[in-house]
T-cell receptor, first 109, second 113 residues
Framework: EDKVVQSPLSLVVHEGDTVTLNCSYE??????LLWYKQEKKAPTFLFML????IEKKSGRLSSILDKKELSSILNITATQTGDSAIYLC?????????FGAGTTVTVRA | NAGVTQTPKFQVLKTGQSMTLQCAQD?????MYWYRQDPGMGLRLIYY???????DKGEVPNGYNVSRLNKREFSLRLESAAPSQTSVYFC????????????FGEGSRLTVL
């Protein structure tokens, strides 16, 4: 059975801090790993990482895939209160996309 | 462009009642998904449809059925609702696996008393 584990489950930081979120997985026939941000409603897409694209960056967010360790990290630098959200990791072995439990990030002013 | 539309947005049911959650996408996507989200458990896949005419079980299919009516529509049915099915349900679709992005509906909050 596919497994996606995120850590920590939650954390609280202050504005300006750097946050590192972890996602580890056990799936057969790994194809891609995706990161999503969820605020009040539906998740919104951040990054997709594959064997041919193991590092992505967008503004203050960046992510790296470690295929050897079967894991990925999502970094957020210079955090802002608007970064407060649940961050979800999903792994795709095939058309099926399995999500982890998410990490709740709270950024205090 | 509406994207992914789910109905209803809210529903209260009594134990044993049945209902269908409707989902439609207007992006000509091949793959569609139904997830449920409970506090502290992330998104759990109920069923998915890789393409029109196919459906497959996800992680938590028990108590649910689905129909991929056509390329646009993917419905989720609860035949005999139970309190354990109280949750927020999200429908999602995806066109190109190379980009990976799932497009989500706004969610449907279901309460079973």
């Amino acid at each position: 059975e596919d497994k996606v584990v995120q850590s920590p489950l939650s954390l609280v930081v202050h504005e300006g801090d750097t946050v590192t979120l972890n996602c580890s997985y056990e799936v057969t026939n790994f194809r891609s790993l995706l990161w999503y941000k969820q605020e009040k409603k539906a998740p919104t897409f951040l990054f997709m990482l594959t064997s041919s694209g193991i590092e992505k960056k967008s503004g203050r967010l960046s992510s790296i895939l470690d295929k050897k360790e079967l894991s990925s990290i999502l970094n957020i630098t210079a955090t802002q209160t608007g970064d407060s959200a649940i961050y979800l990791c999903a792994v795709e072995p095939d058309y099926k996309l399995s999500f982890g439990a998410g990490t709740t990030v709270t950024v205090r002013a | 462009n509406a994207g992914v539309t789910q109905t209803p947005k809210f529903q209260v049911l009594k134990t044993g009642q049945s209902m269908t959650l409707q989902c439609a996408q207007d992006m000509n996507h091949n793959s569609m998904y139904w997830y449920r989200q409970d506090p502290g458990m992330g998104l759990r896949l109920i069923y998915y449809s890789a393409s029109e005419g196919t459906t497959d079980k996800g992680e938590v299919p028990n108590g649910y059925n689905v129909s991929r009516l056509n390329k646009r529509e993917f419905s989720l049915r609860l035949e005999s609702a139970a309190p354990s099915q109280t949750s927020v349900y999200f429908c999602a679709s995806r066109g190109d696996r190379r980009t990976g992005e799932l497009f989500f509906g706004e969610g449907s909050r279901l309460t079973v008393l």
